[in-house]
């Protein structure tokens, strides 16, 4: 679940452009201005969105750097694997020798 960045300003940011949004959409409505709102509100849209954007990046949960720390813990018993590999493979084993290599006689 995502939080909504608490960092430079962004939880002002949204409010006020909610309540612009809304007075300016329901004063359209009622009093008909003939103001043209949509562009505005779309420009400052994209600009809240970049706002999210920048603000999210540098926020991090905590409780996320905690869960992926576990998740590599968990997954590093590949490592030993991978090592298993390449022991095998400077020894030369069978079960990693491709099988055209298996095949080939030694008098070829």
Not at 9 to 17: E, I, Q, Y
Not at 46 to 67: K, N
């Amino acid at each position: 679940m995502r939080m909504i960045p608490r960092s430079k300003g962004f939880p002002l940011h949204a409010k006020v452009f909610s309540g612009v949004f809304a007075l300016s959409v329901i004063g359209n409505l009622i009093f008909d201005l003939g103001v043209p709102v949509f562009w505005p509100l779309a420009v400052w849209s994209i600009g809240l969105a970049f706002h999210f954007f920048i603000a999210s990046a540098g926020e991090v949960p905590e409780e996320w750097v905690e869960s992926r720390a576990e998740e590599l813990r968990y997954k590093s018993y590949d490592y030993d694997h991978i090592r298993d590999i390449r022991q095998r493979v400077e020894e030369r084993d069978v079960t990693v020798t491709h099988h055209a290599e298996r095949e080939k006689s030694p008098y070829q």
